[in-house]
């Protein structure tokens, strides 16, 4: 199957960070290439450095950003100091965040990421390490619970964690498809008339294989570090525990004084070391809602790195 994804809030991303046609930028995010590429048009005498810890990804965005100056690198983001430290690059002028999954992932029903195809189940952006069908088979009632609730803030986790255990008794759960039935069957009939209550589960179960939420933390602070002073960071989420990670982080790096407020001067030194950049996230305009209803749920936030 073809390897294909829409970029989105493509131009306002970009826009976010270039600023120097000679500078150093990071997509830790390469999909299908789009946003490394809208960049990469731009630079004279720049570099993009994109991460994608998927082959199939960085196979496809080679052929498409075919002599331009991008390196591609098959890691996950959250290698992103070891990487930039093997490439000799210190400082960044710009980075860039898409944290979708890709629709060719959704769209491949191999990879196992849908719950609306019969397929293995797996998950695995990188293609190894630990599966779905892993966690689906071996993790304990009570921690099926908790990824449940924590990833997919799904209300129905004891049912359907118990709805897990007790169908694997029988035989493992091998298939997509398997795992979609069993959740719906574990869910009250109203909840599954009102949406389809396979979405928040099946968003917990990939979170956890891929392990997306710490590598996020680790990554957008290793990668603010790097910016040059006045260089930026867009992150573009698409649910609720991402944005929550990067809203908290970007708060931080623009919080200054910590010192208790009855202390009359502050004795701690610490200065803001980030600028957001608006102050509400931007979100696609109803072009691109109708051209790419996956946008829907996009928000992309901005830093500005003022401080060291």
């Keep these: 199957m073809e390897f294909s994804h829409t970029s989105v809030l493509l131009e306002e991303t970009v826009n976010a960070v270039f600023g120097d046609a000679d500078g150093i930028y990071a997509d830790l995010t390469a999909g299908g290439g789009g946003h490394s590429l809208e960049l990469a048009k731009r630079l004279s005498g720049g570099r993009v450095i994109a991460f994608d810890r998927d082959k199939e990804a960085i196979n496809a965005a080679a052929a498409r950003l075919s002599g331009y100056p991008v390196t591609l690198v098959n890691r996950n983001f959250i290698e992103l100091d070891e990487v930039f430290d093997e490439l000799g690059v210190d400082k960044l002028d710009g980075i860039i965040a898409d944290l979708g999954v890709s629709s060719h992932q959704l769209d491949d029903a191999e990879r196992g990421f849908s719950f609306h195809n019969d397929a293995p189940l797996d998950m695995r952006m990188s293609g190894e390490g630990l599966s779905a069908k892993d966690v689906v088979n071996e993790y304990s009632e009570e921690d099926l619970k908790r990824i449940l609730y924590e990833y997919g803030e799904e209300k129905f986790a004891p049912k359907i964690a118990h709805g897990i255990v007790t169908a694997r008794e029988t035989a ?41 939420l710490d590598a996020l933390s680790k990554a957008l602070q290793d990668g603010f570090n790097r910016l040059k002073i006045g260089g930026r960071m867009a992150v573009i989420t698409f649910h609720s525990l991402e944005d929550r990670i990067v809203k908290n982080s970007f708060r931080e790096f623009c919080t200054g004084c910590t010192c208790p407020p009855e202390f009359p001067v502050c004795i701690c030194g610490k200065k803001p070391r980030g600028e957001l950049v608006g102050k509400k996230p931007i979100t696609p305009q109803s072009a691109e809602l109708a051209a790419n209803p996956r946008s829907r749920s996009a928000k992309l936030r901005i830093i500005k790195k003022v401080s060291d």
């Design 172 to 212: 493992p759960i091998e298939r997509t498809g398997e795992l979609a039935e069993i959740i719906k069957n574990s869910v009250p009939a109203a909840y599954r008339r009102e949406k389809n209550p396979c979405r928040k589960s099946f968003q917990a179960i990939r979170i956890e294989v891929n392990g997306e």
